[in-house]
């Protein structure tokens, strides 16, 4: 039973929550203990409220996971985990999380309650909504990152990281998009109702749209970062973003994979490559320079 609780969980999808150290990072106070700590403190209260809505989710896609090829493999679907141990992990998490969050920071336990909500309304109602449900996927990934910024004192960090973040989940939610209707094919809408708003031609329109702005957009901030004006170093980190991109792309669209970006994330080998290059690169900038 703890065994099919934790699966249900998702640690591997805890790998979003990362983005929380975006403040910390960027602002260049990832050596300032206090400050790092909190941010710490931060991420794993965040994956367990991310936990609580795995819960609430799979609770309430509790049928039409169970037509899913893939997802009726779940412990809920496949009754490895009875509903009721379900309403009881998600609730007790939400017990534990919400508290422990305002005595963190006040306004951190704000965007993990709006984060919680929102995401409540998406398991409930927007994600049968096409375009809505990524928009929506989007914002999650935004508030990551503001919780971030509400543990730390901001002394030059960048509005442009909204923007880029904005884009770059909505590249990655389009993608996961495609590659659940090109894995259920005519019968996708069955499964999620949004689908059936989607078409692969679509889809990969989006997909060219928001991958090109988000390169845009990030190669934008590198230049422009309000907080060194004239240093443009940060500029050598941009090949690493635009071949992330176009490998996300690739697997998409060559190898069907995309169905979950944190398994890509955690199984590519190349991909992981890149992302570690981009990160010492910006380390290098930022506290070596």
């Avoid at 969050?101 to 929102?118: D, E, G, H, I, R």
Wanted: charged share 15%; proline share 5%.
């Amino acid at each position: 039973m703890l065994k099919a609780l934790l699966q249900t969980m998702r640690p591997r999808q805890w790998t979003k929550n990362v983005f929380i150290f975006g403040a910390l990072v960027f602002d260049q106070q990832l050596f300032r203990p206090g400050a790092a700590l909190e941010t710490a403190a931060g991420f794993t209260l965040f994956c367990l409220i991310s936990s609580a809505v795995y819960i609430f989710n799979d609770l309430a896609d509790l049928e039409a996971d169970r037509q899913h090829p893939q997802k009726k493999q779940r412990p809920l679907p496949s009754g490895e985990l009875t509903t009721r141990a379900a309403w009881a992990a998600g609730s007790l998490l939400l017990l534990i999380t919400l508290p422990i969050s305002y005595l963190l920071a006040p306004a951190f336990a704000a965007v993990v309650l709006a984060y919680f909500l929102m995401m409540l309304a998406y398991s409930k109602w927007l994600k049968h909504i096409p375009i809505l449900d990524v928009l929506i996927i989007a914002a999650g990934f935004v508030l990551r990152v503001h919780a971030g910024v509400t543990l730390i004192t901001v002394e030059r960090f960048s509005p442009w990281m909204y923007v880029v973040m904005t884009l770059l989940a909505l590249y990655l939610g389009f993608g996961k998009r495609r590659a659940e209707l090109a894995l259920l094919d005519s019968g996708a809408n069955a499964q999620r109702k949004a689908l059936d708003g989607y078409t692969i031609a679509l889809l990969d329109q989006f997909i060219t749209i928001v991958s090109g702005t988000t390169i845009v957009a990030y190669s934008l901030y590198t230049f422009f970062r309000p907080e060194a004006p004239g240093d443009h170093t940060l500029m050598l980190t941009i090949p690493f973003v635009v071949y992330a991109i176009f490998r996300y792309l690739y697997l998409i669209q060559v190898k069907h994979a995309g169905g979950a970006p944190e398994d890509i994330l955690l199984s590519d080998r190349p991909m992981q490559i890149a992302i570690m290059l981009w990160g010492l690169t910006v380390l290098a900038v930022f506290y070596l320079s």
